[in-house]
Nanobody, 124 residues
Framework: QVQLVESGGGSVQAGGSLRLSCAAS????????LGWFRQAPGKEREFVGA???????TYYADSLKGRFTVSRDDGNTVYLQMSSLKPEDTAVYYC??????????????????WGQGTQVTVSS
């Protein structure tokens, strides 16, 4: 059974940084992709970025390039490093995973497994 466990959320002032972790377990992930999504209060959930184990590549929402970085360790943990945080980055952040059948990593409906979410609050 695939499990995703997120950690690292919290409160930070504008301009600060946070690093989220998503530990994946339950199978071999070398043909999978892990995506990061977020949902702000009153808004739809949106794509943040992704790491493809099969391609060894990272992908980002255009609006977040340069401030957010996705990386991985040697195992099955994927990180989301967030810098120069703004109050509008306040949201619940989720990681999710699916078999990597191609691109379109932003399509959240394609993801089968989701973490529980972690709250990030950025104050001005």
């Amino acid at each position: 059974q695939v499990q995703l466990v997120e950690s690292g959320g919290g409160s930070v002032q504008a301009g600060g940084s946070l690093r989220l972790s998503c530990a994946a377990s339950g199978r071999t992930f070398n043909t999978y992709v892990l995506g990061w999504f977020r949902q702000a209060p009153g808004k739809e959930r949106e794509f943040v970025g992704a790491f493809s184990w099969s391609r060894g590549s990272t992908y980002y929402a255009d609006s977040l390039k340069g401030r957010f970085t996705v990386s991985r360790d040697d195992g099955n943990t994927v990180y989301l490093q967030m810098s120069s945080l703004k109050p509008e980055d306040t949201a619940v952040y989720y990681c999710a995973t699916r078999w990597d059948g191609g691109m379109n990593y932003y399509r959240q409906d394609d993801y089968n497994y989701w973490g529980q979410g972690t709250q990030v609050t950025v104050s001005s």
